[in-house]
């Protein structure tokens, strides 16, 4: 209630209200918090209802602990495995969902004859004569029930199975529930004997192969051992050791051989001739030695030496003929007992193979025969793979916890949607909330602001009119009493008081406005005329109770009525020229000069006359009028006007050499301050 000159507004920026920070957001859902309980009260209405028209509900559980991976391929080779897997588990939850255990269930609690399931006995119920759905979509009908009423999961960290059945009836949850067990445990017995018995059957076909083959690997074993030869057969030592005796013999035989080699080469390089080259060369060589020895029986003689000589080369080449014979004979014994090693190795090495394929054969054959036994008695003793922990039993309570706990969820949720609402709009929001903001698009020297009329004292009462009987104070009042301060200090002329409260869309508070100024200028024993301007709507005129048939501005205009009988004094201690009724389009009538002539004859009467004008950017009447008067007020409201909105008014009473003007700031957000001079909750607290 209080202005502020532009130039003393301060150099920091005010602080934003935008939803930044825990505090600033806190206000915004606080000053918001109708529009955030508004949906949740209706979110958790409406479930309410359709909690409590549905009927009451039953939940019976059944549980099931899975023994093994019943479902599992049986292998041919192995004992089969007693753990439960993760594979088997989703085999056990896909089948406990599938199709065909529902039909089973269905078929044991003969379902398709339940009045909740099958429609058909409610319509032959009323018309025995009626068309009936067949079969096939009766138990379509038992499937989608049953799959809505079912709820299958398995305990987290375990092999614990638990089915829920939820019906209107304890006794048919329970009875589903259980019969689906039951569905599962005689499936998968079934299912486990015929996985038996196929493994069996692959298992015996097995086996005859294994046997029939290890029957011909044992004939061919025989046939092979039978068919060697002696020489084959012969020990593999005695030929190693006659090998080393040969390989002996052709050492010392080339050896030999080299000797005699080396006495001819010696006796051919010597000459015949001279006996004592002959003698010396015998000296050295002892192979020459022994042949003289042997041959001659003598030492060679002088006279007798070329025959001696000749006699001596005769014996060597004849020695050296025969050891010849003798290595080639060794090396063809040696060439033949290498061959009668590979083909003994060679048998050996056949001979194990097929004995190890023999073996081999008959392990595996026996193997397969014993799991062939085990087939055959597990053929007998097959379970279910699983066992029942606990049976459903009919519920004694309904489940009005589960109903409890939507009706908060649809709180929580209607919190959340009004939360996001509220974000959302601020997010959007173009509106005018600062005072400096306000005055950096206006232009304006001064803003007043004005807090809330709130219905009572100093508000509005039942007929839409102010409530001005009060005499103890009020912030709204105290404001206007501000406004009309300023008002009065913006005047650009002397003499009687002609303003225009002028607003940029409807439902500002400008009507408003003006009737306050009215009564507050009036206080003040000045002569007040209100001219309502808005001949389009007459908005002030239907709030102070006036008839739309009574005379107004367009009749003075025009000139049908005077002055003096279209004029209303009011209880609140002013006169009103109401809007009238208007035939022609009011913007060419307030160009005429008789509007003219009307202003300076209320100018002679009236010391204060405030026009009450209609929305600057929805008709041209406002500019019109504005041209004629030396104060204006621009209304605007908080978080209603829109920036661009007051923007263009502005540039519009600019249009009209409009240079100065007061700005009403309405619903002004409260402040914390002291309540001064008045009693206790008399004063607003507003934004200083």
């Not at 097995?206 to 030869?229: C, F, P």
């Not at 408003?512 to 002569?527: E, G, M, N, P, Y």
């Not at 009724?581 to 009538?589: E, G, K, M, T």
Request: hydrophobic share 40%.
């Amino acid at each position: 209630m209080h202005y502020t000159p532009r130039n003393t507004f301060p150099e920091q920026p005010d602080q934003d209200d935008s939803p930044v920070g825990i505090v600033a957001l806190w206000r915004l859902l606080w000053c918001n918090k109708l529009r955030i309980l508004l949906p949740a009260f209706i979110l958790t209405l409406l479930t309410a209802i359709l909690v409590l028209r549905s009927p009451d509900t039953y939940t019976a559980e059944a549980q099931m602990l899975l023994a093994r991976g019943n479902l599992e391929i049986v292998e041919f080779d192995s004992a089969g495995d007693i753990e439960v897997t993760q594979g088997a588990i989703v085999n056990a939850l896909t089948i406990l969902g599938s199709r065909s255990l529902a039909l089973q269930v269905i078929e044991r609690l003969d379902l398709t004859n339940d009045p909740e399931v099958n429609p058909n006995i409610a319509i032959l119920e009323d018309d025995p004569e009626a068309e009936i759905y067949p079969d096939s979509i009766v138990r379509q009908f038992a499937l989608d029930w049953l799959a809505s009423i079912t709820q299958v999961s398995i305990l987290p960290g375990t092999n614990v199975i638990v089915l829920r059945a939820t019906t209107t009836v304890p006794e048919k949850s329970a009875a589903i529930a259980n019969a689906y067990l039951d569905a599962y445990l005689d499936y998968q017995l079934e299912r486990g004997q015929s996985e038996t018995e196929r493994a069996a059957g692959a298992l015996r076909t097995r086996v005859n192969e294994l046997r029939l083959r290890l029957e011909a690997d044992q004939a061919l074993l025989q046939d092979y051992s039978a068919g060697a030869t002696s020489s084959a057969m012969e020990s593999a030592n005695d030929l190693a050791g006659e090998t080393v005796n040969v390989r002996s013999r052709l050492e010392s035989t080339q050896a030999s051989l080299d000797e005699l080699d080396t006495a001819l080469a010696v006796l051919n390089a010597t000459s015949a001739s001279d006996f004592q080259a002959v003698r010396d060369a015998l000296d050295q060589n002892e192979t020459l030695l022994r042949m003289e020895r042997t041959n001659l029986g003598r030492a060679i003689g002088a006279d007798t030496l070329a025959q001696d000589v000749e006699t001596l080369l005769g014996a060597l080449q004849t020695e050296r003929s025969r050891f010849e014979q003798l290595n080639t004979a060794l090396r063809n014994g040696l060439d033949a007992i290498e061959e009668r090693i590979a083909e003994a190795n060679a048998f050996m090495v056949g001979l194990r193979q097929l004995e190890v394929e023999v073996e081999t054969t008959s392990q595996v054959y026996e193997s397969s025969l014993a799991r062939l036994k085990e087939l055959s008695i597990q053929t007998g003793l097959r379970d279910a793979g699983a066992q029942v922990l606990a049976t459903a039993e009919a519920p004694l309570r309904t489940d009005a916890q589960g109903r409890r706990r939507m009706v908060a969820i649809a709180a929580v949720l209607g919190l959340f949607i009004g939360i996001a609402h509220v974000l959302v709009r601020e997010a959007a929001n173009d509106r005018v909330r600062r005072v400096s903001e306000l005055a950096e698009i206006t232009g304006s020297d001064c803003v007043v602001q004005l807090p809330s009329a709130h219905g009572g004292k100093g508000g509005k009462n039942l007929s839409g009119t102010l409530d001005l009987s009060s005499k103890e104070a009020s912030p709204f009042l105290d404001g206007i009493r501000a406004l009309r301060h300023r008002l009065v200090s913006s005047a650009d002329a002397t003499g009687p008081l002609v303003a225009g409260v002028f607003s940029s869309l409807p439902s500002e508070g400008k009507s408003l406005v003006t009737q306050a100024l009215a009564h507050s200028f009036s206080k003040i024993d000045r002569s007040v005329i209100v001219v309502d301007g808005d001949m389009r709507s007459g908005t002030l005129s239907k709030s102070l109770g006036i008839t739309p048939d009574q005379p107004g501005l367009h009749e003075v205009i025009a000139g049908e009525v005077d002055p003096s009988d279209a004029i209303i004094t009011q209880s609140s201690g002013f006169d009103l020229l109401p809007s009238g009724q208007s035939q022609v389009n009011p913007a060419d009538l307030l160009e005429v000069e008789r509007f003219s002539q009307l202003i300076e004859a209320l100018r002679q009467r009236y010391e204060i006359i405030i026009f009450d004008t209609p929305p600057v950017l929805s008709v041209p009447d406002a500019s019109r009028i504005a041209a004629h008067l030396n104060a204006h007020v621009l209304v605007t409201a908080y978080d209603r006007s829109p920036r661009a909105a007051v923007r263009e008014t502005v540039a519009a009473l600019e249009s009209a050499k409009v240079e100065r003007h007061v700005v009403a700031f309405c619903d002004a957000p409260e402040a914390f301050g002291k309540n001064y001079g008045a009693s206790k909750g008399a004063f607003a607290r507003y934004w200083t």
